[in-house]
Structures are given as structure tokens and as C-alpha cells.
């Protein structure tokens, strides 16, 4: 599996605390951050597909990826830093930070206390490090039948 950058996390985080993700048994629909857009992602056993544009050209789990894994259980989800991530237009950000993954963070991160900020990156990467261990398989077929 190809590693998405660490700063996906948050927009998955965000895709959750705003109920953005309609989960089923085998497909989502997770709408994006400005909702102009909707992703769809399916999967069977550990062989994931989304047609957001991290994941079908950088072949790396976007956040809609991310997002379902955590509803699944299978990362770690605290509601209390998602709830931190609510309401954020991630597209605008990252537009305006030329995608400049880390400069958006930092950017949503800039009016919170240091304490907390640093309790937030502990769980960032907290879930990170278990995304590394998921044994994931990245797909571009639609069909995984």
C-alpha cells in the first residue's frame, strides 16, 4: 500500500463529525468537504476502491478510505478530536495553501491551545501508525467481484 500523507486524517475526521458518510455493508458514500462532490468506495475483504482523486490517481487511501476504516473499527476513532475537525472546508484550504497538506493543518490547528494541539497530533498519529500496519490493497477496479 502507498502512504497517504499523515494530514488525510483530519479530513477523514471532518467527513465523520459532520455526517457526511453513508456507510452500508460493502460501499460509502462519503460527500466532500464543500459538498460539490460525492466519492464512492467499496470493499471486499481488505481490497479497498474510491474514486476520489487521492486514491484513484496517487493510489494511496484518501480520506474517504480512512473515514470508512474508522467507522469499520478498524482504526482508531476519538470523537473528541474529530469534533475539532467539524465543519471544516478542506477544499478551500487546501486550494488556498497551494495543497500544502501540513500548511492547512497547521492552519484549522492555529487557534488551538499548544496542550491540546499536541494531545490532537498524538492521535493523528496514533492513527496513522495503525493505518501502516492495515494490510490494504488499493484498487482501480470498480468491480471487485
Known amino acids: 500500500m502507498k502512504v497517504p500523507p499523515i494530514e488525510k486524517i483530519p479530513e477523514a475526521y471532518s467527513a ?15 460527500k466532500s ?3 460539490t462532490k460525492e466519492y464512492y468506495v ?14 484513484y490517481w496517487q493510489s494511496y487511501p484518501g480520506y474517504p478510505i480512512i473515514a470508512v476504516l474508522m467507522l469499520q473499527n478498524k482504526l482508531p476513532l476519538d470523537m473528541m478530536v474529530a469534533e475539532k475537525f467539524k465543519g471544516i472546508n478542506w477544499n478551500i484550504i487546501n ?7 501540513q500548511k492547512s493543518l497547521n492552519q484549522v490547528l492555529s487557534d488551538i ?4 494541539k ?10 496513522y501508525e495503525n493505518l501502516l500496519k492495515c494490510d490494504l490493497i488499493i484498487t482501480k477496479k470498480k468491480n471487485l467481484d
Not at 113 to 116: A, I
Not at 118 to 127: F, G, L, P
Open 16 to 30: 465523520i463529525i459532520d455526517n457526511r458518510i453513508m456507510l452500508h455493508d460493502n460501499d460509502a458514500i462519503v
Open 33 to 35: 468537504s464543500d459538498m
Open 42 to 55: 467499496k470493499w471486499k475483504d481488505n481490497i479497498y476502491y474510491s474514486n476520489d482523486n487521492a486514491t
Open 95 to 101: 486550494k488556498e495553501n497551494k495543497r500544502d497538506y
Open 113 to 116: 491551545s499548544s496542550n491540546e
Open 118 to 127: 499536541d494531545k490532537i497530533i498524538s492521535e493523528i498519529n496514533k492513527v
